[in-house]
Structures are given as C-alpha cells and as structure tokens.
C-alpha cells in the first residue's frame, strides 16, 4: 500500500482517486494550492496534475524533499530539462508522461515502428491531427507532441513540428477543438494513389488514470528520471 499526495485534485485527480483507493492505496493529501511540506503529509509518492503553469513549481516542491513525482501535466515541457536536473540534485525520482494509458503508450510504440517504416518511401506526406475538447487549454496535445517526436526520430525528413501550416523539414500538427469530444490522436501517411492511417480514441479518462497509478507503483525505490516506456516496456 502507498500513501498518495495527489498535487492537482479536478476532474481527473478524482479518477485517480478512485483507482488508487480500488488498488488498496491511501490518499494523504488532495490539493489544488502550492504544495508545502506539511499539506503534502509526507506521501510515498505525489501524482501531479495540475496546469501548465503550476507544475513546473509544484514539481520542484515535492523533488526537493524527495518524494518522487509522477506528472501528467502537459504544456510546460521547456522547463523539464530543469526539473530532470532537480530530480538528479535531490536523488529523487520524476516520471513525465505526456499519456498513460496503456493503449497510447503502444500506439507511440506502432507509431516509431511505422516511422521507421516510412522513411524510405518519399511519395508518402506525413501529417498528425488531433482532437479535443473545447476545455483542453494546450495546443497541440502533449500526446500528438510525443508522436511527432516519435516520427522525427525515426524519419530523417523532418528535424522538427510545427502547429498547422509547414515549411522545409517541418512535421505538421493539426489541432481541432470540438465540444464534448474523445481524445482523438491521428498519423496519416498519404500519396497520390492511396493512404496509411493510425489511429487511437480515448473513450474515456479512466485508462490515463490507471496507468498514474501503476507508474507510482513502479517508481518506488528508484532515482532518477523516467517515462512510461520504462514502466510498459523495460
């Protein structure tokens, strides 16, 4: 059993919840405001989903008194490099998943495979769509951003993505907002004659949810800094 801070407590710290406590775990702390030493009520782990501007602090926080952090929180990834170097500093442990459900973490692994696939086949245009509801606030989805790395890795075509309209080596990345839709994340491959497409559709926002979990599992006892790719296939 473990004791779970959970560091951002909306709609799916409340998933997150309910998982952990069917899993046998305790939650010790439910917090929307900056976390301290004392609202934290010395967890094993602190799960952290919060927004774009907060995480990046609430992070530091819980790293520099060494509790290790699993962060769901997409939308601030220029500062995680920092946090990386804190987590190292402090000999605690961060895990960032721009997703953690299983389905997408395998859908990341189909998509480098693909990639790699691809790469020698130029009549082929690359594209990526994704879409979300009206509330999502970051654009493209930390999602779509993993895939698209995940091309520009495998595919020496591109050495970057960009939102919308393209230039030179540059992977595009098509951003819909619609009302009271599923996370939809989408990688065509298109000629002139035919066209591949992948594709995945979160029904819901329990499989994100349980994957948080399994990753604070995982990370006891460890140090350093990790990804679900770790967790699924390590």
């Known amino acids: ?10 709609k799916m710290g409340k998933i997150i919840e309910e998982v952990a406590q069917k899993r046998g775990h305790s939650i010790v702390a439910q917090l929307n405001e900056t976390p301290t030493l004392e609202n934290l009520n010395n967890p094993d782990v602190a799960i952290e989903f919060s927004n774009p501007e907060a995480s990046f602090e609430n992070s530091r926080i819980c790293l520099q008194n060494q509790i290790p952090v ?9 500062q995680k490099p920092e946090i990386e170097k804190i987590a190292v500093e402090n000999n605690s442990a961060f895990l960032y998943g721009s997703n953690f459900s299983l389905g997408v973490n395998l859908f990341f692994a ?3 495979k693909l990639a790699d696939l691809m790469k020698n086949f130029p009549e082929y245009q690359v594209q990526l769509e ?10 493209p989805s930390g ?12 595919d020496p075509r591109f050495d970057a993505w960009k939102l919308e309209e393209t230039k030179d080596h540059q992977l595009g990345i098509f951003a819909l907002r619609e009302d009271e839709v599923p996370g939809t994340h989408s990688v065509f491959y ?8 992948i594709k995945h559709t979160a029904f819901n926002r329990n499989g994100f949810a349980l994957g ?18 770790d967790v699924l296939f390590n």
């Open 143 to 154: 999602t779509a951003i993993t895939l698209a790395e995940g091309i520009i890795k495998n």
């Open 70 to 78: 699993i962060c769901g929180t997409t939308g601030w990834l220029d």
């Open 130 to 139: 994704e879409i979300h509801h009206t509330h999502k606030k970051d654009a």
């Open 1 to 10: 059993m473990m004791r779970i801070a959970l560091v951002g407590y909306g």
């Open 190 to 197: 298109k000629s002139e004659v035919d066209e591949i497409e």
């Open 212 to 229: 948080a979990v399994i990753a604070a599992e995982w990370i006891q006892g460890k140090k350093g800094n990790f990804s679900m790719k």
């Open 110 to 112: 189909l998509n480098e």
